[in-house]
């Protein structure tokens, strides 16, 4: 009888948590279209328009300008004055494990980014994708409209998706799925520094008989791939590898993640020697940039690792993390910007750190918004703020990438208004309140 009431009060109590703490109600489609008006517009393409307009309907932006050079009936349509605001593309957040864990190093219960075995490619991040993670609205309100979900493992450990941050349920979420497949080429040798605080030296090292191994795996495994692609219709579906055949045609993308200069080479060379079209490097660091010429030359593009982390090495320089985007840059490299798992809403205030270390400010918006759409291959519907792309929009206060100003005040997602409050606020609302009550009370 105890047990039982015991049981009832933690249910009674789970579900009072629950009320006090519910995600935001998703949005509806756009009904009228909107105009934006008379805000600075950063148009994600280097461009700025001063007293700029922006115009969307049905979840696309009609026309972007000048308000002087707009000349469009208003009738009908719903008119915001953005006067002295920022208006930006939504943010896009790469190679994150954002609605796969609800709390980083937790309970099994609020993690789901990863299944045993090494060579999975088949399984699909998106099905595992929690719109209702309490994480979701706080990195919305920071200018995150976008996000490539991706499962974390050992060799092939899945495939990825992008979602847009304002769903029912995966499927409403899905915004470019299953668009590439993660590789974890094996380290062969161990080796001095650190990453994000984390002593690398303290991770062991495959050796050259499990790498070896490793890599004869990954051989077979695409090998295989190769030969089941080139059967119009296999009288027995494998999932591995039918997951892999849009490897071979372009339609999907290969991110690799290399921790050795060596094994950037050699994972990239490996990639192409399969046939594989489009290939990006994840988690790039000063590793990566030891061999910026291979990558130049084989017109790769990265994804950096996070900027605000420690250097890799004791001798690096202290501030090589803030240059190596304006580095990679200056090459010609393709540099798109990710963040750490941990604090998903300062995406935005990493690639601000860029600015004061050789990137332009709508340089910097661009490595994480149009070029990481390039990098996702969503750039043809998003990333800038121009005619014919989703009305995907940020509406700030202040500066998105300084952490002083920025104030995001309203945020489109394909048109639709989203609501932006989100856990933080509402515990600050309570308390403020209890306090506020505390002094009327005096």
């Keep these: 009888m105890k047990r039982k009431i015991f049981i009832s009060i933690l249910l009674i109590l789970a579900s009072l948590i629950q009320a006090t703490a519910q995600s935001p109600v998703v949005a509806p489609a756009q009904k009228k279209p909107v105009m934006l008006v008379g805000g600075t517009i950063h148009t994600g393409t280097g461009e700025v328009i001063e007293n700029g307009t922006v115009v969307f309907s049905g979840g696309k932006i009609i026309s972007v300008g000048k308000s002087t050079d707009i000349k469009i009936d208003k009738t009908g349509y719903d008119v915001i004055d953005v006067t002295g605001k920022q208006v930006y593309p939504g943010l896009i957040f790469p190679n994150t494990s954002l609605g796969l864990i609800e709390i980083e190093g937790g309970v099994e219960v609020a993690t ?6 090494d060579l999975n490619p088949n399984v699909r991040a998106i099905v595992a994708y929690n719109t209702d993670s309490h994480v979701i609205p706080v990195i919305r309100s920071n200018g995150v409209l976008l996000a490539q979900i991706v499962p974390k ?6 495939t990825s998706s992008v979602v847009q941050l304002d769903a029912w349920n995966w499927k409403d979420a899905a915004y470019k799925i299953d668009n590439g497949i993660q590789l974890g080429w094996p380290r062969k040798a161990s080796f001095g520094g650190r990453r994000g605080g984390a002593d690398l030296a303290a991770i062991p090292a495959a050796g050259a008989s499990a790498y070896d191994k490793n890599v004869e795996s990954l051989e077979k495994i ?3 791939a190769i030969a089941y692609a080139a059967v119009e219709k296999p009288e027995n579906v494998n999932l591995r590898l039918e997951s892999m055949k849009g490897l071979f045609t372009g ?18 060379s490996f990639a192409k020697r399969y046939g594989v079209r489009r290939i990006v490097l994840v988690e790039a660091d000063e590793a990566a940039w030891a061999v910026k010429d ?5 017109n790769i593009p990265i994804i950096l690792a996070n900027p605000l982390s420690l250097p890799r090495h004791d001798y690096s320089d202290t501030k090589l993390p803030f240059k190596l985007a304006a580095m990679f840059k200056n090459e010609g490299i393709l540099v798109g910007l990710t963040y750490s798992q941990q604090a998903y809403p300062n995406l935005s205030f990493a690639a601000g750190q860029t600015v004061a270390y050789g990137l332009t400010k709508e340089e910097a918006l661009q490595t994480i918004t149009l070029n990481n759409a390039k990098i996702l291959g969503i750039d043809d519907k998003t990333g800038s703020l121009e005619a014919g792309k989703d009305a995907n929009i940020v509406v700030s206060t202040g500066d998105i990438l300084d952490m002083s100003t920025n104030n995001v005040e309203l945020a489109f997602i394909t ?10 606020k ?11 009550n505390m002094k009327e009370a005096r």
């Excluded at 493992?153 to 899945?158: N, Q």
């Excluded at 048109?415 to 933080?424: A, M, T, V, W």
């Excluded at 509402?426 to 506020?436: D, W």
Aim: avoid cysteine; charge should be neutral.
């Design 112 to 117: 789901d980014d990863r299944e045993i075995g």
């Design 153 to 158: 493992g050992t060799l092939l450990p899945g």
């Design 222 to 224: 695409f090998t295989d």
């Design 251 to 268: 339609e999907k993308i290969l991110f690799i993640s290399a921790s050795e200069p060596k094994g950037i080479i050699a994972a990239v």
């Design 294 to 298: 291979f990558l130049k030359e084989n």
């Design 415 to 424: 048109g639709r208004n989203i609501n932006l409050d989100n856990k933080h």
């Design 426 to 436: 509402q515990l600050y609302r309570r308390f403020n309140a209890k306090y506020e």
